[in-house]
């Protein structure tokens, strides 16, 4: 083995799911989604340190010890050397912006980095891929993750099974009020909201291939929220506001969040239409993909 480094840093963007199916499978690499969502320019920058003097992994987020059950086991899949992980999001957590994908994949980049591992990208995404199906915390993130802009995931699962396409779109700004979480792993294992999440999500996909335009992906995703009836009634009312103030909306899946597009002209007015359910953040989608810093 080369000589390991003391430590290694690496970052993965926040990724917004507008529409998805589920795909299930016995193999975890196969195992995954279809859909479409945005990147966005904040994420996670996770930091992997070697040092002799720790006996077990310890991980940390935002300065706090956790469990970080997906984070384990990236770090369990590719090594059995103790390592101290410490990610740092400026991101929502559990709210529908990917974190645990993105947390997952900047580590999965450091741990091979600081270990000297050498592996590629593609076992790279592979490992952050499974931990993410294995813990039930999310499907398609890691693979948008890695490549950044609007990805329309055409075919489930690790790289080497699964198959991406992008809708082309400038740079523009993304408006989100993170409510609260929405448990992913009870609503990606309940049958009945995944047959109604499938069938909306089949529609939801052949629109879109139809008119591959970013103004069609808002437009499917708003329906499948009403469709699928994972839009809560706070969620609607803030949807519908921002449809009132020139805006289209949507809901981050799976959060109970919306992310709003608008431009100039009707940005201030999307923003007070916001404000009367809370306070927005403003992001911004653009190309950034995964890998070391």
Known sequence: MQERKWSAKAFAPAHITGFFCIHDHEDKRKKGSTGCGIVLDRGAVTTATYTEELEDTLIFLNGKQVDGNTTRTVVNMLTDIPLLVESVTNMPIGCGFGASGAGALSTAYAVNDVLSLNLTSSEIIETAHVAEVVNRSGLGDVIAQSYGGVVIRTAPG??????VDWIPAAGKEVLCLALGELGTSSIISDPDLAWRINSMGKGSMKRLMKSPTFETFMQCSQDFA??????????????????????????????????????????????????????????YLNNCRAGLL
């Open 226 to 283: 009403f469709g699928t009836g994972l839009a809560s009634n706070i969620v609607t009312d803030i949807i519908e506001a921002v449809g009132s103030a020139g805006g289209i909306a949507s809901q981050a899946m799976l959060g109970e969040s919306v992310f709003v597009t608008v431009g100039p002209d009707r940005r201030e007015a999307v923003i007070e239409a916001l404000s009367e359910f809370g306070e927005p953040s403003a992001y």
């Open 158 to 163: 690790a790289p080497q099974y699964g198959d």
